[in-house]
């Protein structure tokens, strides 16, 4: 079996390093497994090719994101928060589609893919999947629609276009587009949520509530986070033992989304109630530290961390891992803490219901309730879970070879269906 990968980059932003796992893990289990990358940014290797010439790549970035800025108002604040998959590459001709049995689609956003060349892709005849990471595939521009619902409908009034939004705004354009696109093809494209939440989501919208649908998380590896750390917290740049350390990774802590206030708000919470026994751990960029100012109990930052090694040993070190955002899919960071024996603490009411069964294997809050949220912490610093079942709950159900099978069952699927 023959399949390649279509993502934005190589290895930056969680789609890319999920997008690598897979395909490493299908690897692993015998498939021909490659990779078609807009931007490679890691180590060159013979399965991932870079496609598209500079030029072109920048006049797709550019060619698309002044469209959504004229249609915006002219307002930069949600210029990269939305997309429209208006112009891309011509990968329908590249040799490694030619040669799939599948092409399994990941985050083909900022000029990777428009819609007219999934067309093509998907008029070939090979199978076609698309992995999903967030809500784009389902709505008119936006990756993430918060408590707006318009994708129920077809979009329009879109609250990221704020007073230039309206009725026929770029958001119900795209939609539109969205849907001749899928409900043209004579062989519909089959669609993977990562989460049972993104799933329940695309089922509750207009372009997906009819397409083909499965549901497979996302792989880790987690045979290679280990309970016991390699290294010292001296040696780590860790506070010191006498505390038990609780860790908030992200690409970006402050951005909107990641509501790192509110961990905040919980971590002062907790401290109050068991002063002189925490530390918090920030692992990520911030580009907003006074937002730490506030923070009770001592803490470090350590930035980004491309180590994944040293990042593994973190999380060993670690009682807990906490997530405070607004919403996720499928929140990886509570998955390596899991996996590491760190008990995830969160908020619910999305795709972090899929990682933890509340008081089973982590602490579910009530969402936005930081009050709560400091009980998890509260549980999880009082020793009431095992780290040895944290990390086999993670192997059961997140491990490569896991996803990977499931993968191949599905592709084989549509390979028969074809």
């Known amino acids: 079996m023959k399949v390649t990968i279509v993502n934005h980059s190589d290895v930056v932003g969680g789609a890319s390093m999920v997008s690598l796992r897979l395909m490493e893990a299908l690897q692993a289990e015998g498939v021909d497994a490659r990779m078609l990358v807009m931007k490679q940014s890691g180590p060159k290797r013979a399965d991932i090719a870079e496609v598209g010439t500079p030029l072109r790549k920048k006049l797709c970035f550019l060619r698309e994101h002044l469209h959504i800025f004229l249609d915006n108002g002219f307002s930069r604040e949600n210029l990269f928060k939305v997309s429209t998959g208006e112009c891309g590459l011509p990968l329908h001709r590249h040799p490694w589609i030619a040669d799939a049995d599948v092409v399994l689609l990941s985050w083909v956003n900022q000029g990777m893919l428009s819609f007219d060349e999934i067309r093509r892709i998907a008029l070939t005849g090979k199978a076609v999947a698309w992995m999903m990471h967030d809500m784009w595939p389902m709505t008119g521009i936006c990756h993430h629609a918060g408590d707006c619902e318009a994708f129920r409908r077809q979009c329009g009034d879109c609250p990221f276009f704020g007073r230039a939004a309206a009725r026929n705004d770029l958001s119900h354009k795209v939609f539109v587009r969205k849907q001749r696109l899928y409900f043209s093809l004579p062989k519909p494209i089959m669609f993977v949520a990562v989460s049972d939440w993104l799933a329940r989501k695309a089922r509750e919208s207009a372009l997906l509530g009819s397409q083909p649908l499965s549901v497979i998380y996302n792989p880790f590896p987690v045979s290679l986070y280990r309970l016991e750390p390699r290294r010292s917290r001296e040696e780590l740049g860790l506070p010191a033992a006498d505390r038990k350390l609780i860790v908030m990774c992200a690409a970006r802590l402050d951005n909107f989304i990641k509501d790192l206030p ?157």
């Open 262 to 418: 509110s961990a905040v708000k919980a971590l002062n919470i907790l401290d109050d109630r068991m002063p002189g026994k925490a530390a918090a751990v920030f692992v990520g960029e911030i580009r907003r530290p006074e937002i730490l100012d506030t923070l009770h109990m001592p803490y470090c930052h350590l930035g980004n961390v491309s180590d994944q090694d040293f990042l593994r040993d973190i999380y060993a070190h670690s009682a807990a891992v906490i997530s405070s955002s607004s919403f996720e899919t499928l929140a990886s960071t509570l998955i390596e803490g899991m996996a590491a024996g760190a008990v995830p603490v969160s908020f619910g009411g999305d795709g972090r219901d899929d990682i933890i069964s509340h008081n089973v294997d982590g602490y579910l809050a009530a969402k936005g309730d930081c009050n709560d949220l400091a009980e998890g912490l509260y549980q999880a610093l009082s020793g009431a879970f095992s780290r040895e079942e944290l990390h086999r709950s993670a192997e059961r159900r997140f491990s490569d070879k896991v996803v990977a099978l499931k993968y191949i069952y599905l592709f084989k699927s549509l390979i028969n269906k074809q």
